[in-house]
């Protein structure tokens, strides 16, 4: 059986769930629940799960785009309260004071 030079001798280590939560600082469970959630690919080999290495880095990659973008949104939330907080205070310095009777 002929094989191809070019492949590597052994495929890539897949890690275990107890190692993706180890590197997350997570749970096994909440790893777990990613992947039933579809949101890190696993790999199921009988009854256990197993992780990719390259498939992990892509996940964290993917929190960290999204979480820039959730404090860009929050950032743009702010400003944007912070300017009405500024036109509102401008309108009531600017409305002369009813004199009282």
Known sequence: MPTDPLAPLHPPRLLEVHEVAYQLRCSQE???RLIRHHKLIGVRIGNQWRVDPE???A??????VRIAAEERAIDQQFTAAAARADEFRRERTDTP?????
């Not at 996940?59 to 960290?64: G, Y």
């Not at 004071?97 to 009777?101: C, D, F, S, V």
């Open 55 to 57: 498939d992990l880095h």
């Open 59 to 64: 996940f964290i990659e993917a929190q960290k």
């Open 97 to 101: 004071a009813k004199a009282i009777a």
């Open 30 to 32: 909440t790893v777990r």
